[in-house]
């Protein structure tokens, strides 16, 4: 079992930057992959990013390469998204998700756990 909790959003004027932390309870943080993914008002939750176990992998959203990079410390359970160059469209309820797979995902039901979502607003 893993529990997530994220932090770090809130409103941001167009070409700021945010930085987002997702904070995991247990000892089996690095057993997990871990993914970003966010969900505008009306819209399907969409994959953002994602890091393997070790923090050697990741992939990104072709929205966001670029302009996002994702991170993890196993030994403090955490995983970041930091957030660059920021643009309206980037608002949204930013959620991490756990993924006791190896296999590269962005469906969100391969997802196993998830935190309760932090809200980023850009204003243009």
């Known amino acids: 079992q893993v529990q997530l909790v994220e932090s770090g959003g809130g409103l941001v004027q167009a070409g700021g930057s945010l930085r987002l932390s997702c904070a995991a309870s247990g000892r089996t943080f690095s057993s997990y992959a871990m993914g970003w993914f966010r969900q505008a008002p009306g819209k399907e939750r969409e994959f953002v990013t994602r890091?393997?176990?070790?923090?050697?992998?990741?992939y990104y959203a072709d929205s966001v390469k670029g302009r996002f990079t994702i991170s993890r410390d196993n030994a403090k359970n955490t995983v970041y998204l930091q957030m660059n160059s920021l643009k309206p469209e980037d608002t949204a309820v930013y959620y991490c998700a756990a993924d006791q797979g190896t296999v590269l995902t962005r469906r969100p039901d391969e997802y196993e756990y998830w935190g309760q979502g932090t809200q980023v607003t850009v204003s243009s």
């Open positions: 890091i393997s176990r070790s923090g050697g992998s990741t």
